[in-house]
């Protein structure tokens, strides 16, 4: 098997590669992906999130350590696991976080990673159904459509953070950040718009691109110093291909720097416990872990309008999946969370450094069965968290899970911004907009009253809210891993190309940041291609 790029994963990320560098003909791509094809209805209909999430296929299910400042728990983290990765089972929610973000990844030593630099390729990306604007794109593969219609619900709790002063907010991608609103989704006709979707399923029949599921990588192949292809499993078999340009990793934030530190580019120390020779000593593969922790704040609705009532009454399940067979409308086209606020809580925040995720549902965990109760949710999570954690070969097992040690809630300024935002929400849940919708309060209930009881309620419920990013950072300092154009730092014909390389986590979600990451990693690649004929 002979091509001149290999991806391995195809995710967010990779599947903007696959279809980006085969698009001129001029290239022969392997997208290798270790999951299934995308098939299943519950990643087609946006509220198969729920199905998915524990899905034993479709997700990776992994578990962090014990946490350290989360009185020891094992935090679950689902990661998908087949064409589309993550953008197959993630909630939809189409935000980048903001233009300050990029511009300190340029700051920090990344020349072409500012807002201004970065735009265009988000622009490129996108078909947003308001059309283009200087902001926005239309016309580009992922679909990005607002939700349909408006619930009174949703309506309230923005009306509750007006009265708190937060403006309305109708495009959190817009000029402002700031305020309460509808999110937009990446749908399509109630459909979601995945990344396979968009980017790998108008390339399939390029005869230069070929597509590899169930395929493994369990390490990259060298000749010499120069990386020259990848050893993959496909069905218990062991293979190989060849790649005469370069490897792309693009496994996602947890997987790419395990086949680095497999393939021995990792902490050396790391890589001698293990036994695996050291090919080069990067002590930044795996470091710098960024994720955003979200605690949710749930109450008991005084009327059966939320989701919890459609999906638990077995007649109205049915009324909404005619309705969305017919008319691919209602909840279930448009998932979990429909609402947002981004605020600022700490002292001295020039930008919002909390968001919340509002959604008509309550359930014990993400993505488990509902209250029996009418129930919704603020999830409260806090934007640019200090915290940084590891990933870590466990073993040399390539089909082993790695050990994730987020190390959340380890400094004060994290745990001062997730009390912040709990109060808030309790803020917001006693205006005149809100209180009338609300019974109890759920969780943490009212036994919580001093900020050290909600920090230990916080502590003891905390999740991920699914962003973990920056385990192969970009930049020149001696943690980095990859440089600006995205190369392993002394390692020729490799890059990484996926959520990893972000040197901070940007406030806001990670779904459409690592389709522009891919956007402008294509561009580059292709600029660096030297002519052949
Ligand atoms: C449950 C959930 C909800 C989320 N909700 C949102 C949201 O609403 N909005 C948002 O913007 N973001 C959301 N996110 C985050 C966002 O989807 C991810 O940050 C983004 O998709 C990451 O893209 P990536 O390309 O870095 O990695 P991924 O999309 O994870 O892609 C990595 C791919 O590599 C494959 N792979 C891994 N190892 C190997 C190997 N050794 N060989 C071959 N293939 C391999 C994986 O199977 C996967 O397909 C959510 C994520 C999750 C899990």
Known sequence: MQFDYIVVGAGSSGCVLANRLSADGRSSVLLLEAGPRDDSLWIRVPIGYGKTMFHPVYNWGFYTEPEPHLNGRKVYWPRGRGLGGCSSINGLIFIRGQ??????WARLGNPGWGWRDVLPYFIRSEDNAR???????????????????RSELVDAFIEGAAELGFPRNDDFNGLEQEGAGYYQLTTRNGLRCSAADAYLKPARRRPNLAVETDAHATRILFDGARACGVAFRRRGVEREARAAREVLVSAGSLQSPQLLQLSGIGPGDLLNRHGIPVRRDLPG?????????????????????TTNDDLNSWHRRIRIGLRWLLTRSGPLAIGINQAGLFARALPGA?????????????ADLAGARPH??????MSVCHLRPTSRGTVAIASRDPLAAPALQPNYLGTEVDCAATVEGIKLARRIAATSAMSGYIVREHRPGPAAESDAELLEFARNHGA????????CKMGSDPLAVVDSQLRVHGVPGLRVVDASVMPALV???TNWPAIMIAEKAADMILQSMPVLH
Request: one cysteine or more; charged letters at 10%; a negative charge.
């Open 99 to 104: 233009p300050q973000d990029y511009d300190n």
């Open 131 to 149: 059309g283009a604007s200087a902001l926005h794109g239309a016309g580009g593969p992922l679909a990005v459509a607002d939700i349909g219609e």
């Open 285 to 305: 593969v795996g470091a710098n872990l960024q994720d955003h922790l979200q605690v949710r704040v749930m109450y008991q609705c005084s009327k059966p309008i």
């Open 350 to 362: 020039a930008t919002p450094d909390l968001q919340f995720h509002f959604g008509t549902l309550s």
């Open 372 to 377: 029996d109760f009418p129930g919704f949710t």
């Open 464 to 471: 991920t809210i699914f962003h973990p990013v920056g385990t």
């Open 507 to 509: 406030s806001g979600n």
